[in-house]
């Protein structure tokens, strides 16, 4: 597994390669890690001033800083990265590194700030999840667990973003740790709230209890039964949870109550901005919680 790891220097950032370094079975198995290290450039004027080898060397000293917190993060689990860093915008610069790499997933952490709350994740992260496919996943505030087996959640919707998430999940499950326990989640319509008005004009549910039992059941099936195949193949036996309501919400709410180490899903990547492109599912989830979300999106 090739994953990338963007660094600053931030607190936010080292809860990143903290979460790497905790994942012991994903360790086991030699992954190419890399450090990236992104510099913004310079004033043009301040580079005349002091000529091309002393820029050069501010940059270098100023990355083998951030560096050098990161690397010892690693070296305390016996892990080594590679390092680069690179002079330029955050986000095309970590999305081209990920892309250079042939990455199979970008580990960012984030602060979650924003002048809009819906761009929960802040400026460069949305930034690079609108400029890659490459799995991203935001670790929030601080690391989740120290455990390696996580509680993970993968929420799916019958569309094939939730197929991309599974599949992801399950070729990469060494990231979850030996013994995980993964919950597969869909949201189901309140049937319920169906009403019909009657001769005297009065609200009526349209349906009994056991219509919409089975037309919950019905729904629920129709999303996992496609992906049951995937787990039993790979022998893991999801706990499958059917939830109802507004599926942003209701998975925020799951997430707390089972306390979540991740959640996964699939995007479809529309938004009314482009740096909000997870779409309004994804968005809702971040936004009402700090569980980390590792967001997948088709080629």
Do not use: W
């Amino acid at each position: 597994m090739r994953i990338l790891v963007p660094v600053d220097g931030s607190t936010n950032s080292l809860n990143a390669v903290s979460f790497i370094a905790s994942r012991q079975t994903l360790l086991g198995g030699n992954p190419e890690i890399e450090l990236l290290n992104v510099q913004l450039p310079l004033p043009t004027r301040a580079c005349r001033l002091v000529g091309q080898d002393a820029i050069q060397r501010y940059y270098e000293d100023e990355a083998e800083k951030v560096f050098e917190r990161a690397r010892k993060v690693l070296e305390k689990v016996g892990v080594h990265a590679s390092e680069s860093f690179v002079v330029g915008e955050p986000a095309p610069s970590i999305a081209k590194a990920a892309e250079k790499i042939n990455a199979d997933l970008i580990v960012m952490g984030s602060r979650g700030q924003s002048a809009i709350k819906g761009l929960f994740f802040g400026s460069v992260s949305n930034g690079v999840l609108a400029e890659t496919k490459c799995p991203l996943l935001v670790i929030r505030g601080k690391v989740p667990t120290e455990n390696d087996a996580l509680r993970v959640g993968i929420a799916v919707d019958g569309s094939k973003y939730g197929r991309a998430a599974v599949r992801y999940a399950i070729k990469h499950v060494s990231l979850f740790g030996t013994g995980a326990t993964f919950y597969l989640v869909n949201v189901v319509s309140d049937y319920a709230g169906a009403v019909m008005p009657d001769m005297a004009g009065m609200a009526l549910p349209a349906l009994s209890e056991e219509e919409v039992l089975d037309l919950q059941r019905e729904e629920f099936n129709e999303a996992v039964d496609p992906l049951r195949p995937f787990f039993s193949k790979a022998a893991i036996k999801p706990r499958e949870v059917c939830l109802v309501g507004n599926p942003g919400d209701e998975i925020s709410a799951f997430a707390k109550k089972r306390k979540l180490d991740i959640i996964v899903m699939g995007s479809h990547g529309y938004g009314r901005f482009k740096s909000a492109i997870m779409g309004s599912t994804a968005t809702r989830i971040a936004a009402s919680g700090d569980v980390p979300l590792l967001v997948i999106r088709l080629p």
